[in-house]
């Protein structure tokens, strides 16, 4: 974790702020660099509402790696899926091995999640070798889309039906043209509602309904 993420935490206090309101923190432990209240709030909550909507059969939440292995379990548990984990070795920032599944997806409808999609090398490997493994639809939702790089035209070539996002970062319209099949959700009402309990002195922790299991 950059000692970098100290220094913005500083920034933010010295600069007013009496407490802060983050959505996915790719990092946990970052709210301990603040001297003041924090309140992580997860994205999942959206994800799953859109997700449960689209009544998958035989559907499989494969981790593509094994450090996201604990969001995977979350999102098949409120889904009701099986679970599968990639394993994978990272060679550069940019570039991913992707060696082997471990689980069944062969003919299964596969939905992958991370908390950001930003070079997007982890995501497509994982989706090319689930698909060589004989998945018969891959999905892939996130948090945040930073899509850096080639992003834009990794996705659009990869082996995925549909990726979900939220409006977390703001997503342009030629982005979202240029992959094709990517669906933006907003998190303003989940946002909106922490605001009101944090200025009501109400619980914020209770948003989330599966306490304990978050990502």
């Known amino acids: 974790m950059p000692i970098t993420a100290k220094l913005v935490a500083n920034m933010i206090t010295t600069a007013g702020a009496h407490r802060v309101l983050t959505v996915d923190l790719h990092a946990g432990q970052i709210q301990g660099f603040f001297d003041i209240p924090v309140d992580n709030l997860y994205a999942e909550p959206v ?13 499989v939440l494969v981790s593509p790696d094994v450090g996201n292995t604990k969001r995977a379990r979350v999102y098949a548990e409120r889904l009701g899926g099986e679970l ?19 689980g069944d997806v062969k003919g299964k409808m596969v939905l992958m999640m991370d908390d950001m999609i ?75 509602e922490a605001i009101h309990r944090i200025h009501n002195d109400e619980s914020v922790s209770s948003l989330f309904s599966t306490e304990g299991n978050r990502p």
């Open 84 to 102: 599968a984990v990639i394993d994978k070795r990272r060679i550069s920032g940019g570039e991913v091995e992707a060696g082997r599944v471990i």
């Open 118 to 192: 930003t070079t997007a090398a982890t995501v497509c490997r994982a989706a090319q070798l689930c698909r060589d493994c004989g998945a018969k639809e891959i999905y892939v939702g996130a948090t945040h889309a930073i899509l850096s790089g080639q992003a834009v035209q990794s996705l659009r070539s990869a082996p995925i039906n549909e990726i979900v996002v939220t409006d977390s970062i703001p997503v342009g319209r030629d982005k979202i043209e240029g992959i094709g099949k990517l669906t933006v959700l907003s998190v303003a009402e989940l946002v909106g």
């Open 47 to 59: 994800l799953s509402r859109y997700w449960s909507q689209r009544n998958f059969k035989d559907l």
